[in-house]
């Protein structure tokens, strides 16, 4: 023992030490009670709101999205339909090196070289485990190509989905329209919620119109999460407490449409090469039969996505393939209104049918030396309103428009549907333009221009100046002239059906107010002419209606683009092809009980009756060859 | 009162144990002590086995780990007090160089320079969780009790230089947990309240300089322990997690393996700092409570062991080691309910981890020599 241990006082030092203990004792239990005291707060007291907040934790509702309803013409054959395909995807978080995985990828033709910045902003943007779309729908031999060099992609996958598919896209591109990948503007306008699970909507056309119809209801699913959010499967961890309800996704409607495929293709073949548009309806009911704008494009490419690059040629084509002509292309109707304007002139007493006048090749006003030229340079000699008509004497109109007035005219075309939208079940109609003095003071800026002068409605009485109208109205018009005034709405969709139930619902046209011409003589001798364009010898489509096996009325129609000089004569080889006359033509058949309008449109085409008729012609055959099917 | 009068719950001498009393007394061990730390560990594992989600690699590993701390608790239990007293300068310098070499040498792990590979991988500091204290009660073994003013000014420099090395790696846990320690023999040796008192005024604006020092992680913990919802995804996320996993528990909890808290990966660090969440969350109130009880005997026995030691390094030891552990737990069950700031300290004998499952258990085998050297008591 040293020196300093004999100083120390053990046993206070013991009994000290005991003290503290105690001390340290009573402290440590004080602050255990703290824990225990805590641990009985949040175990007990607060048990339910955190056993609510462990839940909520872990299940998350994840959206089921429905089936889109499918697409049918009117003898039920499919336009659009929801194929499984293969789709390349890409999971950010299992991917090594993601510049190096997208340039294989690229190097062996499955993505596009130009797509990898997107690819790569993707991947970081989302949440690191949600699969990124490479490509939306793979071809056979691209399945074959990835399948064989898939070890060498770790983290890029095949995955089925359901795509939606146009089996003859290109012929109803235009009526049936696209879904394309679902857009911030797209959810701004849906219902967002309805929208949790799809990816893809309908843009244009029937797709577009029928979206909520198409689309169906989402369904709920509840499922097991981690904190990540990642998806756990619920069978693999016995949690002690059940998964909420779920429920199912309500699928959309199947539509059928009043369309008939085989129409479309001919129509569409008719076309081929050439940019215009074909209407057909059915007089008795409104229901469009044909309805097509040329060029076309597959619609598929929106629904399996394309390269921004590839879109842009789409865009930029100069045949415009995207645009709808049927029901946004605006032309100068020509001749083909004159049926309707000597129903006016009929209606208001300003011509009649023994009536006659001498046609020289050109009229000109009362103290002017202007000549409004015939079509036919030498004129059509003696003519009446029956024969104006069959071989299109523009004199005759001429003549007779001082007498209807702009008014009338007004009055009557738009009866007849023309410069208004038609009200079809497709968005983006265009107007057209039926002129009327009022049109006219509002229009212009300039005081002079704003007055409606009387040459003005003198072309107008030839389909020309102003008046614009779309192949639709035009249809629909003819469609009106067919039923001797009786109007429809025009509509492509004739059904809907439930996907579940197969119960259907028949669209039940729309009737307007009919056109204020009831005396039924008018009506008949007009279409009596109308008929005879067809088949007298000297009705200008004659060649086109010849060796008919039903009676077939028509109208030719040449409308100009490009305005002539007094003297200068028109020389179709001359004028350069987007500068040549554009090539109308309606018609309707049978005579009696008609059950096909169709009004046809072919930009620059030059002749109505030589162009434009030939492609009614085809239609009506092949509508009323067969057996009637109403739908 | 006397505390050695107290009851035979801390005394462990009963004779249905004779037998196997022989055989712990031969390999000089602690019955009592021995069968609390062997309780916890195995209620630890079990506890594991769910946190590690069921990995048996990992779990095996844990196994492996505790196998080598009762090894090393063993060999510690064989060594008497006197023994350890008299290497216990060199003891403390060599973890001192150890602890610099560490902050130029040691490899990083975790954004901090703890590691020491010399041979073996270590974390020096762990070391110190017992050379502090040891350091301090043999400075004061021969001196006179309480301490004076002079003494105590150089235990203040033997608790400081590790503290601050450790500090710097930067071990937070570690660091409190080793000024702790040997704070704590000042205590027991005598300390005057009105001392205590005195610096835990002064540790005011000692805690504004500590805070300048402190790490922007380190601060944050500290601000989140205020208000964890003010960030329920960043620094609070944690504290937001384990309270859900142990409040969800309930009286009996969801059941072993049955937890969804930390399977799903909401409770970060669940294997090691926040497994009292686990346990919370699956064996409910009445597990938490059974293993907090288990800590207390473990304690308690400790505290009666440091009462009947022999001279006063043992018994400063001693009472240092059993008041440390009881730190850990207090620590780590209050930081895992959101009652202080999240500092990594370990829950013992449970989390996952080795090196201070070693330091812990060599403490306990300190306690287990003292023991079986102590002084004999009239009964």
Not at chain 1, 294 to 315: K, R
Not at chain 1, 463 to 471: A, E, I, R
Not at chain 2, 71 to 89: F, H, K, N, S, Y
């Amino acid at each position: 023992m040293s020196l300093i241990a004999s100083i120390k006082d053990h046993h206070s030092e013991r009994h000290m030490f005991v003290g503290r203990i105690i001390l340290s004792s009573v402290i440590a239990i004080i602050l255990l009670g703290t824990v225990i005291a805590r641990l009985v707060q949040l175990q007990i007291y607060d048990h339910a709101i955190f056993a609510e907040k462990s839940l909520g934790n872990r299940i998350r509702t994840e959206a089921v999205p429905p089936t889109r309803g499918l697409i049918f013409d009117r003898r039920g054959r499919i336009l659009a339909e929801n194929l499984p395909a293969y789709q390349l995807e890409l999971i950010p978080e299992q991917v090594t090196d993601l510049e190096d995985t997208l340039a294989q990828l690229a190097r062996i033709g499955l993505i596009k070289e130009e797509d990898i910045p997107r690819f790569n902003g993707l991947s970081r943007t989302g949440p690191r485990f949600k699969p990124i779309t490479l490509r939306f729908r793979l071809t056979e031999d691209e399945i074959a190509r990835f399948a064989v060099q898939r070890p060498r992609f770790p983290g890029v996958d095949l995955q089925p989905r359901l795509v939606r598919h146009y089996p003859d896209g290109e012929l109803v591109a235009h009526a049936v329209g696209y879904v394309g990948a679902l857009s911030t503007a797209d959810l701004g306008r849906l219902n967002g919620a309805d929208y949790a699970a799809t990816s893809h909507t309908g843009k244009t056309g029937v797709e577009n119109f029928n979206e909520e119809t198409l689309h169906g209801d989402v369904g709920f699913q509840q499922v097991v999460t981690n904190a990540l959010g990642r998806q756990v499967p619920a069978e693999t961890r016995d949690f002690s407490d059940a998964l909420p309800e779920s429920e199912g996704p309500v699928p959309g409607s199947n539509i059928y449409l009043s369309l008939d495929l085989d129409l479309q293709r001919i129509a569409t073949n008719a076309l081929e090469g050439r940019r215009g548009s074909i209407v057909a309806i059915d007089p008795a009911n409104g229901e469009i039969l044909a309805l097509v704008s040329a060029p076309t494009f597959d619609p598929n490419a929106f629904a399996t996505g394309m390269s921004p690059s590839e879109y842009n040629a789409l865009q930029n084509d100069e045949g415009r393939p995207l645009f709808n002509r049927a029901v946004r292309g605006t032309y100068p109707p020509g001749s083909t209104i004159k049926p309707m304007l000597a129903l006016a002139a009929l209606q208001i007493g300003a011509t009649n049918l023994t009536r006659r006048s001498v046609c020289r090749g050109w009229y000109s006003l009362p103290g002017s030396s202007h000549r409004y030229r015939d079509w036919r340079p030498e004129g059509h000699g003696e003519v009446d309103l029956h024969d104006a008509i069959s071989q299109s004497c523009d004199v005759y109109f001429y003549e007779i428009s001082r007498d209807i007035g702009i008014d009338n005219m007004n009055m009557y075309l738009d009866e007849f549907g023309l410069g208004r939208k038609s009200g079809l079940d497709m968005a983006g109609e265009s107007d057209g333009l039926n002129p009327s003095r009022e049109w006219k003071r509002n229009a212009f800026r300039e005081r002079a221009d704003q007055v409606w002068f009387p040459g003005e409605t003198i072309i107008a009485s030839i389909g020309q100046g102003y008046l614009l109208v779309t192949p639709l109205q035009l249809a629909n018009a003819v469609a009106t002239l067919a039923a001797r005034g009786e109007r429809f709405k025009p509509h492509l969709v004739a059904a809907f059906e439930d996907p579940i139930s197969g119960q259907r619902t028949i669209v039940v046209p729309e009737r307007l107010p009919r056109v204020s011409i009831d005396n039924d003589f008018y009506w008949e001798n007009v279409i009596a002419a109308m008929h005879d364009v067809m088949q007298s010898p000297t009705g200008t489509a004659r060649s086109a209606g010849a060796k008919a096996s039903y009676q077939m009325a028509g109208k030719s129609g040449t409308a100009q683009v490009f305005s002539i000089a007094q003297e200068e004569k028109y020389e179709e080889e001359e004028i350069d092809e987007r500068l040549r006359d554009h090539a109308l033509f309606i018609s309707f058949a049978p005579l009696e009980n008609p059950r096909i309008a169709v009004a046809v449109i072919i930009e620059n085409g030059s002749s109505g009756s030589r162009i434009a008729a030939p492609v009614a012609r085809t239609i009506m055959d092949q509508y009323l060859k067969g057996s009637v099917d109403a739908f | 009162m006397r505390f050695s009068d107290t009851p035979q719950l801390f005394s462990g001498r009963s004779e249905p144990y004779s037998n196997v009393g022989n055989t712990l007394q031969r390999l000089h061990l602690d019955g009592p002590l021995l069968g609390g730390i062997g309780l916890i560990s195995a209620l630890g594992l079990v506890v594991l086995y769910s946190a590690v989600a069921q990995n048996m690699d990992l779990w095996i590993q844990q196994c492996i780990r505790l196998f080598i701390a009762v090894v090393a608790m063993l060999i510690v239990a064989q060594l008497p007090p006197d023994l350890l007293r008299r290497w216990t300068p060199w003891g403390f310098l060599a973890g001192l160089c150890l602890l610099g070499l560490v902050l130029f040498k040691g490899d990083i792990g975790q954004g901090a320079r703890r590691w020491l590979d010399i041979g073996i991988r270590f974390q020096p500091s762990e070391i110190m969780k017992l050379a502090v204290p040891m350091m301090a009660a043999w400075y004061l073994h021969e001196r006179q009790l309480p301490p004076k003013f002079l003494n105590l000014l150089v235990i203040g420099i033997v608790i400081t230089v590790p503290t601050v090395l450790i500090a710097m790696q930067p071990d937070l846990g570690t660091s409190i947990l080793v000024a702790t320690a040997g704070v704590l023999v000042i205590v027991l040796a005598g300390l005057s309240i009105r001392v205590m008192i005195l610096l835990g005024l002064a540790s005011i604006p000692g805690g504004y300089v500590l805070w300048q020092f402190m790490q922007d992680y380190q601060k944050q913990r500290v601000l989140t322990l205020l208000n964890p919802d003010s960030d329920p995804l960043g620094a609070g996320y944690n504290i937001i997690q384990s309270k859900i996993a142990i409040g969800s528990g309930g009286l009996f909890g969801k059941g072993w393996t049955n937890g969804s808290q930390a399977p799903l990966e909401f409770l970060p660090e669940r294997d090691t700092d926040f497994i009292f969440a686990v346990m919370g969350e699956e064996l409910g109130l009445l597990g938490v409570l059974s293993l907090i009880g288990l800590y207390l005997f473990v304690i308690g026995r400790g505290l009666y062991i440091s009462i009947q030691a022999r001279d006063t390094y043992s018994r400063l030891l001693a009472g240092s080691i059993s008041l440390t552990f009881f730190v850990c737990v207090f620590v780590n069950t209050a930081m895992v309910t959101g009652l202080v700031p999240v500092v990594g300290v370990p829950l013992p004998l449970v989390s996952y981890g080795g090196t201070s499952m070693v330091t812990l258990m060599a403490g306990f085998g300190i306690l287990m020599s003292i023991h079986r050297h102590r002084k004999l008591l009239p009964h």
